[in-house]
Every structure is written in structure tokens, then in C-alpha cells.
């Protein structure tokens, strides 16, 4: 969809201008103390000569020139005949701060709201909201905004869209925060979030993409959104509330609509490197980091350096706790440092500086350059709280310092952040100084150290080996079937997934030929979609040598099934080599609703149950990718070599993931889910054998065999 | 240690009382600033007539009444001296912060460290620091303290004692932080951290007490003033790096003492219920919140009540994250709701009450009030964010809404406190309104319900079923022995361990007559204090039916054994009933150098080595706290019915961590270290057995026979 008419317009016009306190009080107030050219905004009202002291049109028709976007700031009723007034005079976008339509969860609203989607379609107009608080643009400074805010300059590279008005004010009043655009999405049936997005990936002046979002409508979209922004390197980032039972509950009433599973969401954005935040103030910090910062850190390794014990303790632990890699100093910069600090100090990685480094500008700046000098560090934290009723020189030596360093490194200067132990906005001068230097400073440490996690994690993706697409298929639901085992397994085979040599007996000369000729013992079961419990009806035997005792177990177990359940049609009896053990896998499927197939990895037994140690990745699924899914289970250590064992064949069980998620992308349509349950993985060298497996399908059997 | 003359004076001399910038300088300005009566106050120096137009005294002799404390501004050669001539003035305390001591790491600084602490000593006076910031008493309106603050009133009940001069500031810059004591310690050998916290436990004015500490330096009065809190119920909050290996360096270089692990730290405070934080804002947060509400929540349950979606979804996802219990409302909840919320609210906990509530006192103090009559309800969380550059008219309605309920319900007002999702303090208008009503303004999520948690785990903790000690032993290092496994268990079974009847036979005789009498299948193994590996050289024997094969493995063993280890001496063959297997665990002691034995219980496999799934608590241990340890285990379920198995017997494993605990604790003075591995736990009624048991001592084995 076409937002330019919308988000960059040529020509505004303000229906229902007004100076009264509400959306067109408001609007009008927003546009006269911001935007100093108003020669192509109009204010419209039917009663009114002048708003403000400037003067009015009665109506859209009236205005002298094409208008492109109509900010109606009047009430449900007289909306749709607005909008067809200005189609006509060239409207390509509209804000619909109104409410009446879905948010209320009335039919009549409901029928509102398609209403209003239909006219907007059959006109062409690219509709905010309804029920939003509208937009500003503050790359060409347009103001269509329905809450005032103290004056201050926002402009700077931060592009936020947001589903609740209510987030999209808290990200405008932070300190420091500075944007492209600021766009409250309201209930985005129209123009849809995926639309936005796609907005801010492709604007230039936007550097980050800051997102709230209550679900996803268009999973393609948000994929091909998702993958255009990966390959630019450009950050999305994206708080959704959904994580827990009661979150996703809350989420899925709020939109109204069935969202997809959230552990499904949160494989996805891994799968394109979107970067997803816990809350608010992760999203702004994450948001203001990213923007602030001149360039990307080029390896994901930190210094920490801080004035005093307690603060280097406090950063090495929460540092440590998200994982914060920080590598030892070379020998160099050792040396350098010792020279540099006073001999009690004892220069380490996180460093403790000792405060008597904070009087003099010189030695700070000379501590700084050397750390930032050395070749293992690719971004320096500067622990620091910028103090503001406590008198503390130190600051003005310390900031002198770091000006010094950062002015004279220019385009080499590697990334610096300041953290601060107690809340980071409190001296507001001086974190405006160190913003316009291209330093931020963060929140206290717990949110600041997630955020440099999410950081290093952002820049250590590649999106190169990825699979930069989903296997969306047609929404399926109603009745489902199940595969037998031996179909099952034969489907899975077709996509390259090492299921044992196997057939389906129908008399016990089959089985005694098939025993002849297989070196191991065999199982064999019934071989029927009627019987689900086979060892019940005595439909299993294991452990058959030769021909005599193949021939044996088939009778036995015709004679016991049929006596026991002589209503079942039997296809034969299912005879496979029994697979020798192996370390126990289960690898599963669930084709998301929304997503598409989502592929499960796990080690047997209690690691899944009781840890919820597994893996879950959106099919299509590479190889590197189905290796990165392996390393990132605890159990990981089980594959690879535990305790002087053998190490398993970690190749070939990336083979079978790959082409697991093969077969389901290719059944995207029809696959409700598969179970693997236990794959065995050999040691090197001898592969995986799959012992049991389980597909069930949408539709009906019958329906299948045609 | 007596403080009283340290930290309540009833007179005060100022040693090296000045204008310039320093100690002195700043000392005397924050005196002539905050304290109105100065009748007891006296500025020193010995070439000064007056100081700020105050005059001047020479010397401290010259002071016209007796002196209680010294505030020493000057350097460390003069302090000495000084201690001696304040000492004839009957002075019992003395601020001293020169540094130039034990910090600097030189053999001079611990020289004049040992100096300072003798003569201390010897004097009778308690001395704050060396190199120090000093203290303020609020209660009393004393000032001795080095750094400039802004003026405002911080009175109030937060009693801070913090090692690092630095945290010390940030705490005192934090705003409507409001203390009783804010103590900077400095080295703290002379006046500890454990006096400090004792002083403030005592403390009538003292609500919550706050700490930062680097190291404990006496175990045994930490133990008794935790106690002493837990006692009381009064909330101690610590901090203390070193939860990282980078951090536990820092913390021990930085005190230059040898500390326990953190673990164990970190277990002690929880049995005493100390409450641990993370990083300086929590240790703010917490101790604003718990200074700041009237009273504490009889329940650990949690309504949450937010004006959007968005911001409710994420306060159930960040809540139940940290494990906070948000229960369903009653039906008369629900129904109450439903009448005063618009038509598409859909009451639940968390409550999206929608914007509309937002713009009415009225309505949305009957919100609240319907909420907070809930009975399954303890505390109330208001989502929302006290904006400041957005104008925003909902904050002067809710806050009337929330003076209305809490005027109105007086004493009986369930606790209150408000969760912004940006930071807190940036409105400082409301924060202090709603901190005056009794409401803390917490910070943003992610610490909000960091602190919630530790609020919901310090009023569930009861004192009453734990042990409040710890067996702290004498320390000891160098040569250690193991006992033979028979001995082991011998020792164990003496403090009711549940160890098999097994005997060391010394003749084939003896093995046959043993085996005469046991039923079970039998085990035997060379009993040798010189073989480790008695595998290895044949030295045992498994599945021993009746005498005949006993004799026969006995011969054997002895046989193997004597040719390939001919000069190891041979103590007998120790013979045992296999045990039967149950479910594997591992329990295990290490005896901490600081805070005495300290139990670990995991289950076995790979679940303690993987997934770090063990639970480790300072001996002695009651039942109730071994149950504690038993159910925070995430394998706990494999105990309790797994999958529809039999539950095990929890209470003989209850009693036999108990027993380990008595026998560590007798053995506090000699026990390097225990493990039981493994023990089988067997189904309810049917206790456990003790398959493997090997102690370490202190000492040589001769030694122990002595």
C-alpha cells in the first residue's frame, strides 16, 4: 500500500479545527507551535470563520488546492461521507481518530469498521485508525497528532509505530528520544502494521524501526518486511506482549483476532534477526542506543571501565548474567594501563579504574584510548551515574575526557555507551552532550545489559545462511487424521529423512521372506488405521530372528487381533528391523496457524518435560540454521562428546532437521502436525534411524486417498 | 561495638575545619547548610580564628565541654595524634577519611592500617573509614559527611550502610530516596559492616536497612544480625557483586580478603530471609518501596490494574516472568467490574480497565475499591506512567481516584504501588504526592517486578521454621584424608544417615556366616585405605547369593587383590546388601571457610552437571527447610509422582538431608567435604539407602586416630 498521501503529504486538511480541548483542539494546537510553514494546511469547519486566528474552510471542497491527507478529527458518524468529499478532491490518506468500530466489540461497531475499510479500498485511501492518536512526521515536520507536548526538538531517526496510543505517548515524553515519524496505529485494520513497517525499512531518514505490536494480520508480509529490513542490516525492533498465559490471553482479546502461538512470534523475529524487547523502557533504551550510536559495534565483545569496586562488580555480574562476553585485555593494553593508573589498581577486564582517574581529563582520556585501542574490545562501557543533587566534579573531567577521544578517533572512534547505576535521565544536560557525541546513555544496569545482549546478538547475525522465508500456508481447521506408521514414515522418507527399510507383510510367506533376508532382529505390529493401541490386541512382537520365528509371530498376531477385534480392517503387519540405540531425539512439528510449520527439537525423556529444553524454528529450515537450533539446547553437550563419549552424528541429524522441515514446507496446506518420538542419533559417522513416527493431517482420509 | 558516640553525638569537633574544597571545606558547608543548632558543634584549626564566620578553635583540648566525635578532615599522618588527644577529651568516635591505608595495597598502607586499628582499640573509639565519605544522621540532624549535596529534606527510614563511597552518593541523589542513616564505611576493619547493620537492625527509626557490601568480614555477627532482623521482621537489603566469576575477583581483590562463594552467600541470606538485589537501582527501589508503604501486603498475591492493553499485557508478561501471582478475581469482583467498566472491558486480573476509567475520579475510585476489597487480593499494582512533556489530564484523575480509596480506608488499605513503563522519576510532582499518600512510584518493569518478587518472597518467609544459625567452624586449610567408605558411612550412620548393615570380614568364615543371614544379593569390596580404585585391581564383586559363593569371592578378591597390590594394607573385604535402585540423588557438603558447612542436593545424572538443578543451604537444617530445598528443584517432580508413579519417600529423604546436616555440623572444625552418590530414594514408606559415602577431613589420618 501506498503510504506517501498519508505520511509525507503535500497538502493537509483538518476537518472539525477547533479550540476547544479534544482531537481538533488539539491537532490545531500541535500545528500552529510546530510547523512554521503552513501555507498547504487547511483547517476546516462548517461554523467557524477562524480557529486560532487563521482562517477557515467550510468544507474540503472549499480548499484551493488537491488535498492529500484529511485529518478527521470528528466523530464516527461523519466519516465516511468525508472521506468520499475528499476523494474527490485528490485524498490519498486519511486519520480517523474516532472510535465506534471494532475496539468496541459491539456488532454495530463491527459493521463500522467494515464499512469503513470497504470505502477506503473502493477509494484508495490509505486510512489510520480508526481509534488512534494519529501521526507525526518529523522528517518533513507534519503534525497530525491528537495530544499536546511540551515543545522540544524530537527530530532524529527513531521510526515508532504502535498499536496502543497510550505506549506511543510514554516513547514521545522520554527524554532524549528522538524520531522519523511517530505513528499510533489504532485498531490497523486498514493500513496494517506490516504496511508501516515497510514504510520506515525503506525510509531513508529512519535508522531504527521501533515497533508495538498486538499481532500479527499478514504473516507473508511480515516476513517479506522482516527480510528486507535483515538483508539492509536495518533494526526492527518489536515489543509484543504475549509471553505468558495471561499476556497472550490479554493480547488476543485486545486485537480481537487469533494470534498465533508466542513462542512461534519469538522463532520467527530470531529467524530474521528482528530484535524482540520484554517492555517499554527496553524498547525506547533499545531504540535511543541504536539511533545515538554512529556506527555498529564491529565484534560483539564489551570493556567495561567504572571509578569504583562496587560499580566494576556490578557490571561484571549483570554483564555476566546476560551473557556479555567481556576478553581478557592483551598484554599491551595490560602494560599500558598499569602505567597509566595508580599502583593499587589492578587493570582486569571489567576495570576498575579507581576514582582517582575521574580529576583529570588526561589520564581519562588516556585510560579510554587505550582500552578502545585494544584489538579485542568492540565497544566500551563507561560506568558512570551522571549525579545531579549531589555535587561531583568528577563529571566535567570525565565527559572532557571522552570528547577528547571521541573527537580525535573520528571515524575510527569504536562505540561507546555510558551506564549509569541509578536511572540514566536525570541530568539532563549532560546526557544531552553525550547524545550529540554519539554516546548514549542507558538505563541502569539490569535493562542496560539486555539491551547490550540484544545488541551483540544483532550484530552477530547473519542473515547470509539463513532461509529468509516462512511456509505460510492456507488457514486449516476441522477435521484432521491420522497417518499409520509405515505411511508416516514413507512420507517423511520421500524428503531425504533416513526412515529403516520396512514393509507391510500380508501373508507369513512375506514375512519369513523378509526375515530371511534381514541380518537384524525385527518388530513387527499390526499395520492398521482402526487400531491405535496395537500392544492391547497383542498386535506387537519384538525381537524376531529367521524365518520360522517371522512366520510364527504373523500368525499369532492375525489370530490375536481378529479374535479381539474382528471389526478392524487390517492392511497386514508392519515388519522393520528393530534400530539399535542411539542418544534419544524428539523432533516434532506444529503447523502455526499464522506462521506455518514450526519445528520442534528436543532431547528425550524429562529434558523437554521438565527443563522445556528445545528448540523451535519456522520451517524452512537450513543447515546452519538447524545446527544453530542444536547448540542452542542445554542438552547440547549430550551430542557432542559427554564425558569422553563418543560424538554423534550432528551432521547427519542437521540433514534429517533440514529435510524434516522440507516435508513440511511442502505440506504447508494439509500438515496439522508430525512427531518423531525417539529419533536415535549414531555416534559419527553412522547417522540417525528414526524409531516412530506420527503425521497427522487436516482433512479426511478418504478425502486424501482421492 | 558500641555507636552511640559515633553515630548519635551529643557533641562534635571538626578537625581541619577550612573553606576551601575538600574534606574540611565540604564538611563544614554541608554542617553550616542542613544543621540549624550548632551549639554542640566545634570547627578546628590550629591557624584559623574563624571558619565561615564561625570561630575557630586550636585544638580539640581547647573545646570548652567533653567531645563524643571527631570529624577527621585532615591527613593520615595526623590522625594518630589526634585519636590520642581526642581520646583525653572522651571521645568515643571518629570519622577518618584520609585514605592512604590498607586501599593502596603497599606494605606502608597495611602498616598504618594496623596502627590505626590497635590504637582505636586501645582508646575505646569507634572509627568510620579510613578513607571514607562519612555518615549523615538524619534522625538526629548530625552531618559529617565529604560530599556537597543539593538541599532537600531526605529524612525518613532507610538506614544505608554502603562500602563504596560512590553507591553511597548515587543512593543520596536518588529522588524522595528519605533515610534515617546514610553511612559511607570505608575500609570497615575497625567499625564493621556487620556493627553498622547491627546498629540500624536495633534502630527504632530504621524501617528497612540497606546495604552494600563487599565482603562479610565476621560470619558469626552477620548470623546474629540477620537473625536479629528475621526476628523482628525488619527487611535487610543487600547488595554484593561477585554473583559472576569476574565479579566474585573483583569483590575479593577489592576487599583484599578472602571470601566465601557466592552461593553460599547468597544461601545464607535466604535462610535468614535477607532480601539480595542485583545492581544500585534495585537496591533503591526496594528499599523506597519498603520504606514507603504503611504497611505490607498480608497476602503474595497481586491485582494489576492498567488504562490499555498494551500496558497490561505487558505487566502480565513481565509479572509472570518473575513468577508473580496475579489470582482470578471473586464472581462479586467480576460482577462489580462489569457494572462500572464500558461494555467491551473484559474484567480480569491483569485489568485492562480501557482509557475511558482514566477521565473520571469517581469511576475510577470505585475500580480500585472493588479491586482492592477482592479477598483473594494482598497488594495493588496501578500500571501507569507519570508523563511529563505530554499533557496528559488522566494523572490528576487517577490521582484523585487513588486519595479517595486511601483516605477512605485509612489503616485498612491494602498496599498500593505504581508501576510506571518508562522511568519513574520524571515527574516529580505526583511521585512525591504519591509517596506522601504511602504509594511508591517504582521504576519501569523489569525492576518493578524484580522487586515485587523479592517483596512476595520476604512476607512469605517465615522465621518460625528455620533453623537461624549457621555452624561456622574454625578454618582450616592444608593436608585433608578421606575416610574409607565404611568409615564414612560408619560416621553417618551415628547421626541417623539411613546406611546399610554391612560388615568388613576378615575370613572367608566371617563373609559365609554374613551371608548366611542376608537375604538380599550381596556386594563385596576390598576395604583398603591404600586402593582408590578397587575395580582395578579386582577388588570387587557384585550379585552374591548365599555362603558358598560368598567364600568364593572372598578367596578371589583376596587373591586379585594381594598379587597386584602386595603392599597395600588390607583391612578386610567390606560386604553389603546390593541395595535395591530407586530414584538417584546426590547430596553432597562443602564446608565454606566463612560461613560453615553448607548441603547440596540434586538429583543425579546429568541433571545436577547440565541444567545446574541443585539446591544448596548452610547447615544446620530443619525439616521444613529441607523440604524448602527438596521442592525448589526442578526435578522435584521426578520425586513426587512422575507421570503417575509412585511418590517417593519425601519424608525419610527430609530426614536423612537433616541427619547430613547434624553430622556436618558436628563436624564443622574437620569436614573438608561429603558426597553421597548416589542415594537411592525409594517409593513412600519405604525410605532411602545410602549406595555410596565418601568424607574428607582436615588433618592426616594419623592425627585422627590419636
Known sequence: MDLTKLLK????????????????????????????????????????DQVFGVPCYKSVTDVPESVDLMVICTSQKTVIPLLREGAAKGCGGAVVFASGYGEVGTDQGRANEKELMETAKELGIAVMGPNCAG?????????AFAFISDKRDRKGSVGVVSQSGQLCLSLMDCPGMRFSYSISAGNGK????????????????????????????????FAAVLKKAADRRKPVVILKAGRSAKGGAIAASHTGSLSGSDASF???????????????????????????????????????????GGETGICADVGSLNGIEYPDFTEETLASLKAQLPSYASPNNPLDMTASLSYDADLY?????TVMDDPNIGMVLIGYTLLLEIADPAIHYMYEGIEKVVKEKGENCKPIAMIPFAENTRNAEYQEKLFNMGVPVLPPTVYAFKILRRLADFISYTPENKSLSLAVGQKKSGETYALSEHDSKKELGAYGVPVPKEVIVTSAEEAAEFAKDTEEALVMKVESADILHKSDVGGVKLNIHGSCEAVRA??????SVTSKRPDAKINGILTVPMLKSGVEMIIGVNNDPQFGPMVMVGMGGVFVELFKDVALYPAPISKAEALDMLRSLKSFKLLNG??????????????????IADFASANRDTLKELDINPLFVYPEGEGVGVADALVVKYGSREESRL
Chains 1, 2 share one sequence.
Open 642 to 659: 559427554y564425558r569422553g563419549g563418543k560424538k554423534c552424528d550432528i551432521d547427519a541429524l542437521c540433514d534429517t532437521i533440514v529435510s
Open 365 to 369: 582520556a588516556g585510560a579510554l584510548r
Open 135 to 143: 501521526f507525526v512526521n518529523y522528517v518533513d515536520n507534519v503534525q
Open 266 to 308: 519469538d522463532a520467527v523475529l530470531k529467524k530474521f534477526g528482528a530484535i524482540r524487547v520484554d517492555d517499554l523502557e527496553e524498547l525506547m533504551a533499545m531504540s535511543l542506543m541504536l539511533s545515538t550510536l554512529k556506527q555498529m559495534p564491529k565484534q560483539a565483545t564489551f570493556a567495561s571501565m567504572n571509578l569504583s
Open 9 to 48: 503529504p503535500k497538502s493537509v486538511a483538518v476537518i472539525g479545527a477547533s479550540e476547544k480541548e479534544g482531537f481538533g483542539g488539539d491537532v490545531c494546537r500541535n500545528i500552529l507551535s510546530y510547523m512554521e510553514d503552513r501555507s498547504h494546511v487547511y483547517f476546516i469547519h462548517p461554523k467557524r
Open 554 to 559: 504373523y500368525n499369532d498376531i492375525m489370530e
Open 190 to 221: 486498514i493500513v496494517q502494521m506490516e504496511d508501516y513497517m515497510d514504510f520506515l525499512v525503506e525510509d531513508e531518514n529512519t535508522k531504527v524501526v521501533s515497533i508495538y505490536i498486538e499481532g500479527v494480520k499478514n504473516a507473508d508480509k
